[in-house]
């Protein structure tokens, strides 16, 4: 990130729920970095949170999970259900998101924690995202599909039972290796890819990829995510992105070049051929948020040559 303010996490106390997640895992080791004290909770124990604490945000007592919220400055929630199960089970993922969001709010509430962070979606503006070319915050939400429509939801019911102070950032497209190559969420389009090319596969499209999407670094991502957690970024709704625009098939062509870079040989890109008009670009307004936090600047091939490192088993690039 550039030219934003940066916090001094002193003895901040931050607890963050899916800790266990492809978001959880590097934003936990990314404040307890910055030197914030971490209380990550996770649903299942995950080897890359060894100090998880077990907690069932749905179904369980809400002052056990109040009781694991007491003394913390901020609770970060990631928790809820992927966009893959939302599309395979649309009944339990809505189910899930929304009470877990409520339950979280709750018992943030009750145990007097001043601030919850909401990771949501930049998929909440839905059918309104058509008729725009930039989208801003002032975009009203049209959610569509059961993954966005829980997550506007779980938005409303943190700001209407939570504290005062509730930051919402809608994340765009997170790029970069998770926190352990374990983390299942290589069904996201540009860690498919990454996987594919460090098999040695060709880098295939399942559609001509000439849709448009803004894709951030992961470690920017949370950077960001960590900045509203320790109270730089005010209370309000932000989009949480790059500010650059890239086609689907752009993307698989970087892959292919980082492949080439990391691997030494540049695998075959392979798109079926685009019918019907193009898309017009869409860009994704993220400068609210950028002045508090500073301007998201890791170049998409430094993640993507991070992701194929990983899936390749090779060490990270030391810097």
């Known amino acids: 990130m550039t030219s934003g303010a940066r916090s001094d996490a002193g003895a901040s106390r931050v607890v963050v729920t899916g800790a266990g997640g492809y978001v959880g895992g590097r934003l936990v080791r990314h404040l307890t970095e910055r030197g914030a004290e971490v209380r990550p909770l996770v649903r299942r124990p995950v080897p890359w949170v060894p100090d998880g604490r077990l907690v069932t945000l749905v179904g369980g007592d809400l002052d056990e999970l109040a009781g694991a919220f007491e003394g ?45 962070v909401v990771l949501s979606t930049v998929h909440v503006y839905g059918s309104a995202r058509r008729d725009t070319s930039t989208v801003d915050e002032g975009v009203v939400p049209e959610p569509r599909h059961p993954y966005a429509v829980a997550r506007l939801a779980g938005e409303h ?15 765009t497209n997170g790029v970069g290796p998770p926190a352990d190559a374990r983390v299942d969420r290589w069904t996201l389009v540009a860690n498919e890819l990454c996987a594919a090319a460090a098999a040695g596969h060709p880098v295939r499209l399942r559609s001509s990829g000439r849709q448009w999407r803004d894709l951030i670094d992961l470690g920017d991502a949370c950077h960001a995510i960590a900045e509203a957690a320790l109270g730089v970024v005010p209370a309000g709704t932000y989009n949480l992105g790059s500010g650059r625009s890239t086609t689907i098939r752009a993307l698989a062509d970087a ?65």
Not at 84 to 94: E, F, T
């Open 72 to 116: 913390h400055d901020a609770v970060v929630h990631l928790a809820g259900a992927s966009e893959v199960r939302a599309a395979a089970d649309p009944d339990g993922a809505l189910a899930d998101t929304v009470v877990a969001s409520r339950r979280v709010a709750a018992a943030a509430a009750r145990a007097e924690v001043p601030r919850v």
């Open 157 to 171: 019911l943190v700001a209407g039972e939570g504290p005062d102070e509730v930051v919402v950032l809608r994340l």
């Open 255 to 319: 892959v292919a070049d980082a492949a080439e870079v990391v691997l030494g040989a540049r695998p075959p890109v392979e798109a079926p051929p685009h019918e019907g008009p193009e898309p017009a670009p869409q860009h994704v307004d993220v400068s609210r948020l950028a002045a508090h936090v500073g301007t998201p600047a890791t170049p998409l091939a430094a993640s993507l040559e991070a992701t194929i490192r990983l899936c390749a088993g090779l060490a990270p690039r030391a810097d």
